[in-house]
């Protein structure tokens, strides 16, 4: 399930192609201009068309990132549970010196989901246009807060 080289990522829902532009989009005097315009991206794939996947994809992408010596990993989805399988390859990601970015989770006010509860990864909340955090996010042991609207 993972990208492949010679294949073209497709995005069946919008959301990476979304984070992609905030991340990288060019400098080419068209809209705006990414927060790292010059980076290399890789689509990492571990979720299916309808946005289902298992914890095993998420290790398998997470480890293709260890063995690619990628930088920075953006994870956007959230998890109820612990996983000790998981949290053993952010782990391993982490000392591989990984900068993992997470979604913390819209689950208004409560605590952060998993992987963002994990205190190797940077965790995102969303903050509304006035500067508030928005009532929907999680506001509790959060790195970082971003614009969602």
């Not at 956007?76 to 399988?85: H, L, P």
Request: aromatic content about 8%.
């Amino acid at each position: 399930m993972l990208f492949k080289k010679k294949k073209a990522p497709n995005d069946n829902n919008g959301h990476g192609t979304h984070l992609a532009g905030i991340v990288a989009a060019a400098r080419n005097g068209v809209g705006v201009v990414g927060v790292a315009p010059d980076a290399e991206l890789y689509a990492v794939k571990v979720f299916d068309s309808s946005v289902n996947g298992y914890v095993s994809n998420v290790i398998e992408g997470i480890n293709w990132c260890i063995k690619n010596k990628i930088n920075i990993a953006n994870m956007s989805f959230g998890m109820q549970s612990s996983s000790n399988a998981m949290h053993d390859i952010i782990i391993q990601a982490d000392k591989a010196g990984i900068k993992m970015v997470t979604a913390a989770g819209n689950n208004y006010g409560g605590t952060a989901l998993y992987p963002a509860a994990y205190p190797e990864v940077i965790s995102v909340g969303a903050i509304d246009k006035s500067g508030n955090v928005a009532d929907f996010s999680v506001q509790q042991n959060i790195d970082i807060f971003a614009y969602r609207d």
